[in-house]
């Protein structure tokens, strides 16, 4: 895992779950590293999410596209607190294990979630340092790229997208970039993930066997 994720990760909830292992592949051009912590989800489910939402934004916005190519090392597919993350020390994009494998959303709404850490992207590889950022103005960047990608797609696709760029721009600065208490998020993921693991009762074959 590179270094920072590594850190973080540990810092959040003690490390990595002992057992876990690391996926590496390639999806369109992207290397993507896939930790799945839950049995109850399939990671190639997880990786056709999103590969359906790397190709809507090579089909709808393809400059965009060749951004992430050239800003991102990474696309990292791990359980976390939340959709989406940017890391500037890895350059790496997080999107979130149990949000690629919703049905109840389109590809559209996973896009647009990866085209906002894009932005986070440009704008650390453009060489703006962290002490100068005005988080709520940059977030406002992300969200109108938002906004722009769910106007240029179909409409049944472009709708849902649209509607959460338009709320999120209507909010007051402490609103659009908030402080996350991430020891209240870590507690709150744990116990969903506690509840599914006790919905899932498969059977699993030994570890090299099946």
């Known amino acids: 895992m590179p270094g920072a994720l590594w850190a973080l990760l540990s810092r959040l909830f003690g490390g990595a779950p002992r ?33 359906e939402a790397l190709g ?12 992430l190519r050239r800003d991102l090392r ?20 997080l999107t979130e294990l149990t949000f690629l494998a919703r049905r109840d959303i389109t ?19 453009r060489g703006v340092q962290p002490g100068s950022r005005d988080m709520a103005r940059e977030e406002r960047l ?9 106007q240029a797609l ?7 997208v649209i509607e959460r760029a338009i709320e999120s721009l209507a909010l007051a600065d402490a609103e659009v970039a908030p402080d996350i208490d991430w020891e209240v998020a870590r507690r709150r993921q744990a116990m ?8 899932d009762e498969r059977p699993r074959p030994p570890r090299g066997e099946g």
């Open 19 to 51: 057992g876990v292992e690391q996926e590496r592949l390639s999806v369109r051009g992207f290397n993507v590293l896939v930790e799945n912590t839950r049995p109850d989800i399939a990671t190639p489910d997880v990786i056709e999410r999103l590969d």
């Open 56 to 67: 809507l934004i090579e089909r709808t916005q393809p400059w965009r596209f060749r951004h």
């Open 74 to 93: 990474v696309i990292w597919v791990v359980r976390y607190p939340t959709r989406g993350a940017y890391f500037p020390a890895d350059r790496a994009c």
């Open 107 to 125: 590809a559209a709404t996973v896009a647009s979630s990866i085209l906002h850490e894009g932005v986070h992207a440009r704008v650390d590889c």
């Open 142 to 150: 992300c969200r109108r790229a938002e906004l722009a990608f769910g």
């Open 154 to 160: 179909p409409a049944s696709l472009g709708a849902p």
């Open 192 to 199: 969903i993930d506690e509840a599914a693991a006790g919905r």
